[in-house]
């Protein structure tokens, strides 16, 4: 006969000698039984051993380098998959039939117009405006645009919200880049895919259909791919801590948007250039590699805090380099980092730490030899990961385990001071 006497955690009180038995489930105890029983609050800021939800979305194992959507390795889809049929996955949790794709493609290809007010508000920003910043309050503009979007509760309303994210999300980024080049912004061509129209919409001049190489179409695809999910990150969470408020799904994300600004989440892979760059040539590697292990330098789009092992993602985008140099020619700057990286997978100082490439070492290059500027890279990552966003946004409205988001404190400020009114003070 099985055991089935549930898994516990015994916890004694060492200032009284009280014991509390807290019941172990899926690899965790509940902070807030450990509290009644306890009186004591858990301080975990950066939530670094803090479980916020339960979720079936995205698989991680950063011991072995493992990351999953809904199940499908990584490695997988973005060799076999479309950035389209991989956001259905992320959403609906399954693989679309033939029909369902069908729908799905249909939709979102017909919702990438936004209203010409949109345009407007984005024609207002400064000539030298932060694309990233008229992506996150264009998104949050949208909210207005489609004021029935506050019904979180209405499964179609939901849905159509959905659509028009994803949809639209190209289009604003596009908008964004387009803007700072003093260029017309171009409108969406529904005829061309999901990646072939983002590419139009940002580079295409005066010729009639936007004519984009298939090697940099797939490539951009793959790269949209790999950034569509990764679990409870500081953008996922913030997305999951607005919308716990119950906030139309536009606001959320555009939360989303705002946390992937700032530059330890989404910014490493200009790092990465910049170091390249600083590097110059091969021969100054070693002089580099010493102060890095003097800690005077840090080896940018080295180390991870959940992968321990090769980041699955820098694989397949270090494959996905050769496909694109093949048509835009080498970026220079690619043998030293291929070197660096020899250099660093052998040397016992990274070896010993667990320092491997992360998903930024390779991207800024792939991105620079496509013709970006560096502030448009979190922007780049902002579109595809709008799918997975709003997967964890969806199953959070269904959750009925979730609370509005709202963390404890540990209270370490003055109390109970008499206030002395202004004109008294500077008597
Ligand atoms: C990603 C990152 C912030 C993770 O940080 P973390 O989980 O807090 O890991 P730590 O900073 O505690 O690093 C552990 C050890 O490895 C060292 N280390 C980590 N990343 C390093 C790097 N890129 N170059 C040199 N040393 C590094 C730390 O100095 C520390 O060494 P110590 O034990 O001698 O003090 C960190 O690896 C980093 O700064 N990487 C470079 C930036 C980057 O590529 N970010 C993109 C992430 S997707």
């Given at each position: 006969m099985t055991d089935t006497t549930p898994a516990t955690l015994t916890v004694r009180?060492?200032?009284?000698?009280s014991e509390h038995e807290l019941t172990i489930t899926d690899g965790a105890v509940s902070a807030s039984e450990f509290g009644k029983q306890t009186g004591l609050a858990l301080y975990d800021p950066g939530f670094t051993n803090t479980a916020s939800c339960r979720s079936a979305v995205t698989y991680i194992d950063g011991e072995a380098g493992i990351l999953e959507y809904r199940g499908y390795p990584i490695e997988q889809l973005a060799e076999s998959s479309t950035y389209l049929e991989v956001a259905y996955l992320l959403i609906h949790g399954e693989l679309p039939t033939q029909q369902q794709h069908e729908e799905w493609v249909h939709e979102i290809t017909f919702h990438t117009y936004v209203h010409e007010n949109v345009k407007s508000l984005m024609q207002g920003f400064r000539y030298d405006a932060h694309p990233m910043g008229m992506l996150l309050s264009s998104v949050g503009a949208l909210s207005t645009f489609y004021p029935e979007s506050r019904d979180i509760h209405d499964e179609q309303v939901r849905h159509e919200q959905i659509v028009r994210m994803i949809a639209k999300m190209p289009t604003l980024g596009a908008w964004s880049f387009r803007h700072a080049q003093g260029k017309p912004y171009i409108y969406p061509d529904n005829e061309l895919s999901y990646a072939e129209n983002f590419l139009s919409m940002l580079f295409k001049m005066s010729e009639r259909q936007y004519d984009a190489d298939p090697r940099l179409v797939r490539a951009l695809e793959i790269l949209f791919i790999l950034h569509a999910d990764h679990e409870q990150n500081c953008s996922t969470n913030a997305v999951r801590s607005v919308g716990s408020s119950q906030v139309d799904p536009y606001s959320a994300v555009s939360a989303g948007i705002a946390a992937l600004y700032g530059p330890l989440h989404g910014g490493a892979n200009e790092a990465v250039l910049k170091m390249l760059r600083k590097i110059k040539t091969k021969d100054n590697i070693p002089a580099f590699m010493e102060g890095v292990k003097k800690g005077d330098e840090r080896l940018m789009g080295f180390g991870h805090r959940v992968y321990k092992n090769y980041d699955p993602r820098a694989t397949i985008i270090k494959k996905a380099c050769d496909d694109v140099f093949e048509v835009t020619g080498v970026n220079p700057l690619l043998e030293i980092a291929q070197e660096l990286e020899k250099i660093a997978l052998e040397d016992e100082y990274f070896v010993k730490r667990k320092l491997y490439p992360n998903v930024d070492f390779y991207s800024g290059l792939i991105y620079e030899a496509l013709q970006?500027?560096?502030?448009m890279f979190t922007v780049l990552f902002a579109i595809p990961r709008t799918s997975g966003w709003l997967a964890q946004w969806l199953e959070l409205v269904d959750?009925?385990?979730?609370?509005?988001a709202r963390p404890k404190q540990i209270y370490t400020g003055e109390r109970q001071l008499k206030f002395v009114p202004a004109a008294e003070r500077w008597a």
């Open positions: 009180d060492n200032r009284d000698g970006f500027p560096a502030e959750d009925k385990e979730q609370k509005i």
